[in-house]
């Protein structure tokens, strides 16, 4: 089954900075800007088809079509790289506000007067590490969950500091995912 990105609200989350790093990785080269500034022209040759794709990248979060064109580059990618857009939007996704984390706690703090923890959780479809600073009621909850190799749920705004995952604000956290 292909699943298609349509959701706006998640779509203007996505950084544009995010997506030309993405895109300078995976071997595409700027190759003009647009409008004053307001977008940039990828470009990229498969060297095994020929085949030449292009993505016109927005430059200002305010465009009345930012999400649309984020839409059309995750389409574009999805066709060159050969992953769904589940998968690179996994990959560009830099902010989610109140968002419900479930996973397994792997690590907690050796000194009792740190309340970080490390939970192994899905973020749009793939396991990431992702770091929590909880309150010392939480923390001693992430504890029990670590020891006694219990799910937990909790929310917050998820962000993505280089390549860490950091869920701030975290609040409502239980064990066992409600059961």
């Known amino acids: 089954m292909k699943v298609t990105i349509r959701d706006s609200n998640i779509l203007k989350t996505i950084d544009f900075n995010e ?4 895109l300078q990785k995976k071997g595409w080269h700027e190759t003009g800007k647009i409008y004053n500034d307001l977008g940039s022209i990828w470009r990229f040759k498969d060297c095994y088809s020929g085949e030449e794709f292009e993505i016109l990248l927005p430059l200002k979060y305010d465009l009345g079509d930012y999400a649309a064109r984020i839409s059309d580059a995750i389409k574009t990618l999805e066709e060159v790289e050969k992953r769904s857009q589940l998968d690179i939007l996994s990959d560009l996704l830099t902010v989610a506000s109140n968002i419900t984390i479930q996973g397994m706690v792997i690590q907690v703090p050796d000194r009792p007067i740190v ?35 219990l799910p937990i749920l909790c929310s917050g705004d998820l962000i993505k500091i280089d390549d860490t995952f950091v869920l701030q604000n975290p609040r409502g956290l239980i064990l066992g995912c409600g059961n």
Do not use: P, S, W
Not at 19 to 22: D, E, F, G, P, Y
Not at 126 to 143: G, H, P, S, V, Y
């Open 19 to 22: 997506v030309a790093q993405h």
């Open 115 to 149: 309340n970080n923890v490390t939970v192994l959780g899905v973020v749009v479809t793939k396991l990431r590490k992702i770091q929590m600073e909880l309150t010392e009621f939480d923390c001693n909850t992430a504890i029990k969950a670590y020891r006694d190799r």
